[in-house]
């Protein structure tokens, strides 16, 4: 298993750069991998997604699909691709520190 330093913490990664271990992340490495996604400032709605992504990731074991996420926070899915441009699932999985989503290539 792979690791790397993000936001100055040591972090076990897969080859894809996903996080593997939910328990590792902090708000501090969601905004360094949201930089590195190509998004420079996490808004209030930002959060709202990460937030009901990590508390379903951490209850099911898995990141949720876009549907979950749509119908979880009321947010349409044009909203998430604006705020998690190409790929909004992946993206948010990715920054919420939690696995790559089933489905997603």
């Not at 939910?22 to 930089?35: D, F, N, R, S």
Request: hydrophobic fraction near 35%; proline fraction near 5%; include cysteine.
């Amino acid at each position: 298993m792979a690791t790397r330093t993000i936001a100055g913490k040591t972090v076990q990664v897969n080859d894809e750069g996903f996080m593997t271990n939910p328990a590792e992340w902090t708000k501090e490495i969601a905004v360094e991998l949201a930089k590195e996604e190509g998004i420079e400032e996490l808004t209030e709605q930002h959060w709202k997604v990460i937030d009901f992504c990590r508390q379903a990731g951490l209850s099911s074991g898995k990141a949720p699909t876009l549907r979950q996420i749509t119908t979880g926070t009321g947010l349409s899915t044009k909203d998430l691709f604006a705020l998690f441009p190409k790929g909004p699932a992946k993206k948010v999985a990715r920054i919420s520190g939690l696995g790559k989503p089933e489905g997603c290539v």
